[in-house]
């Protein structure tokens, strides 16, 4: 048996990709930030999928608190095969309002957290010899320019090249790198965000509807198998066709 960490894994999408990961074999790190609650509740339904798991209260962005947690991964987990970089926030403000306070919050958490987590886990990763996968959630916002979403894009965007870089270094020691870029996923944040998401972006997408966080899920599944072997350095976007035109498609708050 191999574990996987997962980060941002106390609700959403990275709770439902530690789901699925356990229903495939593997033993679940929960990464949390603050979150015991929703850390609970996660590793309750990995244990109802057939999975077993360990929590972390950790914020991605500190090196002190990511050492923790791969000191914890190293005496008490399974060998480390798989990483999902999930956890990341975001600020809604315009780029003359966006204050340098919360532009060096997302960037610590989402670009920087993904750093770190990468950089251990690939020492770890290198040491046991036996190669890994590191999955890092992006978004549409790797490419695509977001209105009011300055920091956000920026962080995504530099994910997208922290992803090939990794995979071009890391290849020879078997570990591959990928990106997985989701479109319009409906989930308890965004049906937050809008109560119209699913419908508004589902009209948008050529597939004619939104995502799920299974979607996302899924994708995390198939990289992390043998079927996927010679796949690193990729970004893959999981949108419905909604970025294939690069641009952004839609003119009023979704």
Sequence with gaps: MQSALITGASSGIGRQIAITLAQVGYQIVVDHFRDPDGADETLSLVRRAGGDGLAFDGDVGSSEEMDKLFEMISAEAAPLGVVVNNAAIQTFASLVELTE?????TIRTNLKGTFLVSQRAARLMKAHGDGGVIINIGSGANQVPFPDLV??????????????????????????VNCIAPGAIVNDRTRAES????????EIAPLRRAGTEQDIAQMVQFLVSD?????????IFVD???????????????
């Design 195 to 202: 109560p119209n998401y699913a419908k508004t972006w589902g």
């Design 101 to 105: 306070q919360d532009f060096d919050r």
């Design 240 to 254: 419905g066709g909604l970025w294939t035109k690069n641009e952004w498609p839609y003119e009023e708050d979704a």
């Design 227 to 235: 079927q996927a072997s010679f796949v690193t350095g990729q970004t």
């Design 151 to 176: 920091d956000y894009c920026c962080s995504k965007g530099g994910i997208e090249m922290l992803t090939k870089v990794s995979a071009v270094e890391l290849g020879p020691d078997k570990i591959r």
